[in-house]
């Protein structure tokens, strides 16, 4: 009896420092990112359910012939739901996206079982589009920055601020959207403003004409090539 009650009392001593480890580790999380919740209630929700990212994490990295490591980053405390609700921006308005006309090739021989574009400098560093849902800008401009890298040798950051307050024919900001509809825009348009000079603010705003007039040229050429190959490529990866 008295080896049954030690045994849980010393489980009852390892649950509590677990928790006070988890409680002080997302403290600190919390401001390393700036969060900050309306109550008590809403702040012991989010904990649990950095606790269950936090086991996820640590359970998929004691595997020993995992590939790769996860870490705990900015959206620790969302749910895979939550996380998909705010961050994965694709309008329900594209599914009836026009994919007639698209260019077809004869000469796709002798390509490579894959190309790690980032060692041949066609990638742009990694941004946070925070809780605008506009994947399909940040999609669509990385799409442009490569393809132009790949045909011209010039890689510049363009603008995904520009297309959240200015592609407003079929796409909504940060409300959601899709890529084909934004090189549509480019195209129209006759380029797309840098990222330095339309810097990426986290919200949607009003269109600044000026800045739209103002474009970067990524080669018109590219974004057709580009445009074409997404009607089959990159669209039907979202169906």
């Known amino acids: 009896m008295n080896s049954l009650l030690l045994f849980l009392l010393l489980l009852s001593s390892i649950s509590l420092h677990s928790c006070s480890h988890i409680t002080h580790l997302f403290q600190?999380?919390?401001?390393?990112?700036?969060?900050?919740?309306?109550?008590?209630?809403?702040?012991?929700?989010?904990?649990?359910?950095f606790r269950d990212n936090y086991d996820f994490?640590?359970?998929?990295?004691?595997?020993?012939n995992s590939s790769f490591t996860l870490s705990l980053n900015a959206f620790a405390d969302l749910t895979h739901h939550e996380f998909k609700l705010s961050r994965?921006?694709?309008?329900?308005?594209?599914?009836?996206?026009?994919r007639r006309n698209v260019l077809e090739s004869d000469s796709l021989d002798d390509i490579p079982a894959s190309i790690d574009w980032r060692r041949k400098?066609?990638?742009?560093?990694?941004?946070?589009?925070?809780?605008?849902?506009?994947?399909?800008?940040?999609?669509?401009?990385?799409?442009?920055?490569?393809i132009n890298k790949i045909l011209t040798g010039s890689l510049?950051?363009?603008?995904?601020?520009?297309?959240?307050?200015?592609?407003?024919?079929?796409?909504?900001?940060?409300?959601?959207g899709l890529m084909d509809y934004a090189y549509q825009f480019i195209l129209d348009n006759h380029g797309i403003?840098?990222?330095?000079?339309?810097p990426f603010l986290g919200r949607q705003g009003q269109c600044k004409k000026q800045k739209v007039t103002v474009k970067s040229s990524p080669s018109l050429l590219s974004i057709k090539i580009l445009f074409a190959f997404s009607l089959i490529l990159v669209s039907s990866a979202f169906f």
């Open 156 to 176: 510049v950051s363009l603008s995904e601020q520009e297309l959240i307050d200015c592609d407003k024919t079929y796409n909504d900001g940060c409300g959601g």
């Open 57 to 64: 994490i640590k359970q998929h990295n004691d595997m020993p």
């Open 28 to 49: 600190a999380w919390c401001e390393q990112h700036g969060k900050t919740f309306s109550s008590d209630q809403e702040k012991q929700h989010r904990l649990k359910v």
């Open 121 to 146: 400098g066609a990638v742009t560093h990694v941004e946070d589009q925070g809780r605008c849902g506009a994947c399909w800008a940040f999609a669509a401009t990385g799409a442009v920055e490569g």
């Open 88 to 98: 994965l921006g694709l309008s329900a308005s594209a599914v009836n996206f026009d």
């Open 193 to 198: 403003d840098t990222e330095d000079d339309y």
